[in-house]
């Protein structure tokens, strides 16, 4: 927690292992009804924001996380036009999905409304205007609840929720990915945040048992974020269309196409991120 270590912030998200972060600058720190949100400044990651005190996302990194989640999808389906964001209160989801001019429509359903005010005032570099843009619907919910009662469908719903603990557990569980499915236009592609495989596996090996019941491809795929401490993290991939069996040729025409510039996405790393280890790949049921 927070306090146990004056002038330090302790995550506690896993049992065995803490990560603590110097704060530079406390710059915010209140509750909200749903969860503890903080920002602190840090010399290595830049501002950080903790729910719960657990990272949730880094000025420093979060180009990593949010770009390998918003663009392997989008890029592998090839015409997204309609994308749906649960959780993503920070705004940087957002951000790399409205990127594309081809995506017209994203659907943003955060339970917080307050990560989302402090985001824009504390966390301006995440969103970087993404709710101002007029191609977003920022409805504040719960996703759960959303994805039961929306009747819409999408080409790509990215899950980009905290870990499944307190308003995110019911994000992980296979009532809510059976509703996901529903709302997936057709070849449409489901992926969620499915923490890091080292120390979070069972929560990975849960996601994909659900998966395997209810899609013709299922996996994960990885990246490293160094402020998720423990190795690659994954991110489960859902879908009934070949989304995943777009060739390189292919994603490079439309990674040029779209006119991206980013920072760790590019078409071979895309394909390269579903390669998995091992000790990963024995996690998938
Ligand atoms: N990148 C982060 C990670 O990997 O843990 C996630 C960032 S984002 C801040 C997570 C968001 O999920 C938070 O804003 C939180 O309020 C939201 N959230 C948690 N449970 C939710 C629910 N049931 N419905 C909608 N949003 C939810």
Redesign the pocket.
Known sequence: MADEMPGWSVETLHADYRLCLREGRVLYDSKTE??RLRVIENDSFGRI?T?DD?V??TEGDEFI?HEMMAHTPILAHGAARRVLI?????GGMAREALRHDSVEHVTM????AG?VEFSKKYLPTLSQGAFDDKRLNLVI????DFMRESGDRFDVIIV????PV???E??FTDTFYGHARRRLAEGGVLVT?NGVAYLQGEELTNTMRAFKALFADWTCYLATVPS?VGGPMAFGWGTDGAARQTDLATLRARFKAAGLTTRYYTPEVHLAAFALPGYVARLLP
Not at 86 to 90: E, K, L, N, T
Not at 109 to 112: N, R
Not at 160 to 163: E, N, R, V
């Open positions: 749903h969860q924001l729910l657990a949730q996302t996380y649960i959780g993503g209160g920070d359903v955060e339970i917080d990560v919910a719960d996703g759960a980009d929720s905290t870990d307190g308003p995110s019911v994000l945040q998720y």
